[in-house]
């Protein structure tokens, strides 16, 4: 069964592999997010980002980052937006309120999938984001999302799938 603790590995493996982006490809985070949030990232793997650093939760970049950057930071959102549903689940509260809203408005933008994820991530990160969607939606209330908004990033996660194996997630 999933958990969001098995949830946390299979999102780790899938983007482990993934090294750090060029340093151009991030030149202009100083700029927008500040010194602390370019620090973060620049030169450090997508697995690797400490996400309890002020410069990662300050810091909503993909929709910013060459494409192929931010597909790969993705999998630092998700971890993050993980790492706080687990904090969540144990005490009640959530402490990631900019990074979370941000990984979740990435999920539910149409074009975010079109020119970031299929063409930039590798057949295993989209696979384990397909699982991500899915876990989301048996997280739909402690995220406080409808069920408009979860259909919308499940149906978005499968649509390249064959109707077959899309029927298996829906």
């Not at 706080?84 to 990631?96: N, P, R, T």
Request: net charge negative.
């Amino acid at each position: 069964m999933m958990n969001t603790d098995t949830m946390i590995a299979s999102v780790r493996t899938a983007w482990s592999l993934i090294p750090p982006p060029p340093v151009e490809d991030l030149q202009y985070m100083a700029w927008g997010w500040g010194e602390e949030a370019w620090r973060a990232f620049v030169g450090i793997a997508p697995v690797e980002v400490d996400i309890s650093s002020p410069g990662f939760l300050a810091c909503t970049p993909l929709l910013d980052l060459p494409p192929a950057t931010a597909a790969a930071y993705l999998g630092t959102y998700l971890l993050s937006l993980l790492d706080g549903l687990k904090f969540q689940e144990d005490c009640g509260i959530f402490y990631d309120i900019l990074t979370r809203a941000h990984t979740i408005h990435c999920l539910s933008e149409p074009d975010f999938w079109q020119t970031v994820i299929r063409p930039y991530l590798p057949a295993e990160c989209r696979q384990t984001l397909v699982e991500f969607c899915s876990y989301l939606a048996s997280c739909r209330e402690l995220l406080a999302l409808s069920q408009e908004q979860i259909d919308l990033i499940v149906a978005l996660s499968v649509e390249d799938l064959p109707p077959q194996m899309r029927s298996l997630i829906v």
